[in-house]
């Protein structure tokens, strides 16, 4: 067919310009041992549920129902794929998982091969990543395949009139969990039935986040009484949002998680301001009364940053690099700011519209919109009890989800 010989095309060139290209070369590199990996962690007789995610937002995703599954089923293994190395990279050696690899290029002869060696039980689709020849060899060895928290739009190939191929894709996959009303009757329209509405699986997650200890002791010294501005997963064009608003605000500490924390990155950052900054790994070896930022050179915090905020910003809406998590932030009950790009993400279009969120498009909006968030107290307890009082009222996804598993499983 038609894609296939363009997916050996595409194969063809990558392998030629991977000479000229350490992204493309680390591309193909990565996935040149998948099936041995597989082969030392999955033995024949093991029960194998399978998670795919792009990167590492659809990751967030999957974690409640990865943990849901562990507990329910703990004789069945965890396998996870990533197609993004940002994913990967980041999440390689998560202890609930058995296997964590790449997802192999969607040929037919690969996929065949990887699905033979993993042998699933079923596969969770995590939102996006519809690839053709995947779903197709799942389907033909009677693999269900659960899409979750899903979201479709009416300008996607498949509701084009030219798009009768990847709508046969879609018939394909056994049940549909969606985020949205317009998903589900979208769907509709080209005769899949098999949805439901339980929106997003990270709201589960986040809940989780809330009950747990967040206590930081050094935070609480960095930012003693003053109040606390957090920029959370960051990228170049936020800190050109937010850097004046930093840089002008007396008695406000900042912190600032990036989302890139390389030494050339971190540094970038520093570049950015006068003010006297000091890095996470430095805060426990010196007292530093002077600093009013801090730069988080690691990963693994920014969930317990974000309880200590009186406003949150979550970058990646002032680029093309799509919106982080505002859902973590927004469950400590705090106001949360973002960027202009954010149609694309459901929770973000909800709260903004119910004005737990605020969405900006300069540097002159940011600096009016903040100024008038931090003086006013009584604006922030509004857009904090919004924020968490919408997240409560999405609670349940994995539940849902769970219960579907049980009905799978069992026909």
Not at 233 to 259: C, F, Q, R
Not at 365 to 371: A, C, G, I, R, V
Request: net charge positive.
């Amino acid at each position: 067919m038609l894609y296939s010989f363009l997916i050996e095309i595409v194969l063809l060139f990558m392998r030629v310009i991977m000479f000229f290209s350490k992204k493309i070369d680390h591309f193909l590199s990565t996935r040149n041992g998948i099936i041995e990996t597989i082969k030392t962690k999955i033995n024949p007789s093991d029960r194998v549920f399978w998670f795919h995610c792009a990167s590492l937002g659809e990751f967030e995703q999957a974690l409640p129902l990865i943990v849901s599954c562990k507990k329910e089923y703990p004789n069945h293994k965890i396998a996870i794929t990533f197609f993004s190395a940002s994913g990967f990279e980041v999440q390689k050696n998560y202890p609930l998982a058995d296997v964590v690899t790449y997802l192999p290029l969607d040929r037919k002869k690969s996929v065949k091969k990887f699905i033979e060696v993993l042998r699933p039980e079923l596969l969770f689709l995590i939102k996006y990543e519809f690839w053709p020849n995947l779903i197709k060899v799942l389907k033909i060895q009677n693999i269900p395949v659960l899409s979750i928290s899903s979201i479709f739009r009416q300008n996607q190939l498949f509701f084009k009139p030219y798009g009768f191929f990847m709508r046969d894709l879609l018939q394909k996959i056994e049940f549909f969990f969606v985020q949205n009303e317009e998903s589900k009757k979208l769907l509709a329209s080209i005769n899949i039935n098999n949805t439901i509405i339980i929106g997003d699986t990270r709201v589960d997650r986040v809940l989780d986040i809330l009950s747990q200890n967040n206590k930081q002791k050094l935070l609480e010294e960095f930012i003693q009484d003053q109040d606390c501005f957090v920029a959370g997963s960051s990228w170049p064009e936020d800190l050109n949002l937010i850097s004046k608003v930093i840089e002008s605000s007396e008695k406000l500490k900042t912190i600032i998680a990036p989302h890139n924390v390389d030494e050339k990155s971190l540094q970038e950052i520093e570049s950015h301001f006068s003010k006297p900054i000091i890095r996470w790994s430095e805060l426990s070896k010196k007292t530093d009364a002077e600093s009013t930022i801090l730069l988080i050179d690691c990963v693994g915090i920014l969930t317990k940053v974000y309880s200590y905020a009186n406003v949150a910003y979550v970058g990646g809406g002032m680029g093309n690099k799509g919106l982080h998590n505002t859902l973590e932030p927004a469950v400590f009950g705090i106001p949360v700011m973002i960027g202009k790009n954010y149609k694309n993400y459901q929770e973000a279009m909800d709260l903004v519209a119910l004005g737990g969120i605020i969405s900006v498009d300069s540097s002159f909006n940011f600096y009016k919109e903040f100024s008038r968030v931090m003086k006013d107290k009584k604006l922030q307890k509004q857009m904090g009890i919004t924020n968490l009082k919408y997240i409560k009222s999405k609670a349940g996804t994995t539940f849902k989800i769970m219960n579907k598993l049980k009905q799978v499983l069992n026909s």
